[in-house]
């Protein structure tokens, strides 16, 4: 079992930068592949970005490439998202997730443990 706890969010201008954290409880977190998504109002919650167990692997959507870092630090239990550039359409609910073993990186059903979210405003 993993217990998430999202922080770090707010409302920022565009162009600004947050970090977000996600404070994870629960002996399994350091052997997980963990995920950030973000849910906008009347959107589906989408992927943004994921990393592996080790830190030797990242994956990012498109969307975000070059301005989002994930990153994590299993000596605190933590895994991080730096945001740059932010835009506008970065607004959204972010949720860090903990991935089931051995599944697929991209989608939200391979995520069986969830935080409860943090909202992020960019304001133009």
């Known amino acids: 079992q993993v217990q998430l706890v999202e922080s770090g969010g707010g409302l920022v201008q565009a162009g600004g930068s947050l970090r977000l954290s996600c404070a994870a409880s629960?002996?399994?977190?350091?052997?997980?592949?963990m995920g950030w998504f973000r849910q906008a109002p009347g959107k589906e919650r989408e992927f943004v970005a994921a990393i592996t167990w080790s830190g030797s692997s990242t994956y990012y959507a498109n969307s975000v490439k070059g301005r989002f870092t994930i990153s994590r630090d299993n000596a605190k239990n933590t895994v991080y998202l730096q945001m740059n550039s932010l835009k506008p359409e970065d607004t959204a609910v972010y949720y860090c997730a903990a991935r089931n073993y051995g599944s697929g990186v991209f989608s939200v059903t391979n995520y069986p443990y969830w935080g409860q979210g943090t909202q992020v405003t960019v304001s133009s």
């Open positions: 629960g002996r399994t977190f350091s052997s997980r592949d």
